[in-house]
C-alpha cells in the first residue's frame, strides 16, 4: 500500500496564493509532519538587507496549516489559527536556502498545537523556532 502523495495536491491548491508568490516548496508531507522550503530571493528580504521576518512567518504558518488540513479528525470540515508565536534567532541572505519542519505536537478534536523549525540551510543553524494553534472546525 503506497502513502498518499498529499505535496502534489498541496503545491496545487497554493497557486497564485501568497505561499506561491513567495516559492514556498514542499517536499514532504503526511499526516503530523511537513517539510517545505524556498530560497530567499529579494522580494524575501527587509529594507535592510536582512530575511524579512514576514517571510520565515510565512514559511512555518504555511507548513503548520497544510500540516493540519491533512491531519484534521473525520468530521472536521476546517480550520482557523487562533495563535501563533515565534523566536528568532538567526538569519539567511539573497540566495540561500531557508527550510522548515513542522510537527503536530497535539491533536485534539477541537484544537491542534503545530511546532516548526526554520533553518538556514548553507549554514545548517536553526533561524526560528514557531508554534501555532489551530481550531478545528466543524459543519454546523
Known amino acids: 500500500m503506497s502513502e498518499i502523495d498529499y505535496v502534489g495536491p498541496l503545491t ?4 497564485g496564493k501568497l ?13 503530523g509532519f511537513i517539510r517545505g522550503r524556498f530560497l530567499a530571493a529579494e522580494h524575501h528580504m527587509a529594507p535592510n ?13 504555511s507548513a503548520c496549516g497544510y500540516g493540519c488540513a491533512i ?4 468530521g472536521a470540515s476546517g480550520f482557523t489559527t487562533v495563535e501563533l508565536k515565534s523566536n528568532f534567532l538567526g538569519t539567511a541572505r539573497v540566495g540561500e536556502g531557508v527550510k522548515t519542519e513542522a510537527r ?9 498545537v503545530w511546532d516548526a523549525v526554520v533553518t538556514n540551510e548553507a549554514s545548517g543553524k536553526t ?4 508554534r501555532c494553534t489551530q481550531m478545528v472546525l466543524y459543519p454546523k
Open 12 to 15: 496545487e491548491r497554493q497557486a
Open 19 to 31: 505561499p506561491d508568490h513567495l516559492g514556498l516548496e514542499w517536499l514532504e508531507a503526511r499526516q
Open 49 to 61: 538587507g536582512f530575511l524579512h521576518a514576514a517571510s520565515v512567518i510565512a514559511l512555518a504558518d
Open 71 to 74: 491531519s484534521l479528525p473525520e
Open 104 to 112: 503536530l505536537v497535539h491533536g485534539g478534536r477541537s484544537s491542534q
Open 127 to 130: 533561524m526560528a523556532l514557531f
